[in-house]
């Protein structure tokens, strides 16, 4: 294999023409705000080369990426009992889809759609106050980064706040159901702040780090979570990572990986690395266009797929 830092560059080179390409998620009026061309990759290795290219130390918001440390910090409080709240099959629906729900009496089918989320976020809230709940998040995202510089957006939160009527109606359909332990507004208001997190993709791999390295963050040492558990959190970023958009994602990328609609991936090549991308604009499925593309020429580049 060619020089890692070489690869990376070269990828960033060859899409930076289509900068721009997609649509950036405007749902969240603020994210509208995004400047459609910006582009990065950061790739860190599990024995800790860093390699960046583009707008990689940049924060933007991480949406939907949060779901996989909120999942890590839920099993950690209620180990396996947690899927009773929550289950594992991907759902082949959109990521604010509501349908499922009813039919499935208010259980959404994995921790990585929106109904999913909301329900792990209520799980994360036990025996706390929202604002200690949004505490805990914050500082398990710094202690994973090991950087103190990880903050919420609060005008992403605020912007998501007065205007996530759709989480609104899922967290109360689920409620409805007995399936939230709080009232809807505590846990969206959760929810919201975990969302608008901003981080930059240097940050984002190297908080994912620990999912690459069987559990253990290899830059600290620190074990966050046993081997099992971190195998079985890059199944479920596989098969749900990308909602509708997951089994193109594993035919494309075959890498674990969870989107997010500020036009963010976060990638785990297992025994390998973590690899995170940001591009605004999304493609059809809501996951961003050109991150895709770069996981996919870096999977080919590197051998990296996990098939
Ligand atoms: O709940 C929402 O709609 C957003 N805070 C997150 C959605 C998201 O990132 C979906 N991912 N592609």
């Known amino acids: 294999m060619a020089d890692l830092q ?29 400047d459609p061309k910006k582009f990065g990759v950061a790739v860190v290795t599990v024995d800790g080369a860093v390699h960046l290219a583009g707008d990689a130390q940049e924060p933007f918001s991480i949406q939907s990426i949060s779901k996989v440390f909120t999942l890590t910090l839920a099993l950690g409080k209620h180990g396996e009992a947690l899927w009773k709240r929550v289950g594992r099959e991907p759902s082949g629906s959109a990521f604010n889809s509501i349908v499922q729900l009813e039919r499935e009496e208010g259980l959404p089918r994995n921790p990585f759609i929106n109904a999913g989320a909301i329900a792990v976020t209520d799980l994360v809230l036990a025996g706390h106050t929202p604002k200690e709940a949004i505490g805990e998040i914050v500082r398990f995202l710094r202690y994973l980064a090991d950087e103190d510089d990880i903050i919420v957006d609060q005008a992403v939160a605020r912007s998501e706040q007065a205007t996530g009527f759709r989480n609104y ?21 959760v929810y919201f702040h975990q969302c608008a997190l901003a981080m930059s993709c240097r940050q984002l791999a190297r908080a994912g780090l620990f999912l690459a390295a069987n559990g253990t963050n290899p830059l600290t040492g620190h074990r966050v979570v046993p081997h099992l558990r971190a195998r079985r959190i890059n199944a479920l970023m596989l ?17 674990p990986g969870k989107s997010g609609v500020g036009g963010g991936i976060l990638a785990v090549a297992p025994g390998k690395a973590s690899v995170a991308v940001w591009s605004p604009g999304l493609n059809d499925s809501g996951n961003s266009l050109l991150g895709s593309l770069a996981l996919e020429m870096l999977a080919a580049r590197t051998g990296w797929s996990v098939f």
């Open 239 to 255: 098969t749900c990572g990308h909602y509708d958009g997951s089994g193109d994602f594993a035919y494309r990328v075959g890498l």
């Open 169 to 189: 109606a899922l967290a109360h359909f689920m409620r409805s159901f007995g399936r939230l332990d709080h009232p809807a507004e505590l846990v969206l208001g």
């Open 6 to 34: 070489a690869i990376v560059e070269e990828i960033h080179a060859a899409l930076s023409p289509r900068r721009g390409e997609g649509r950036v998620a405007d749902y969240i009026p603020q994210l509208a705000h995004v």
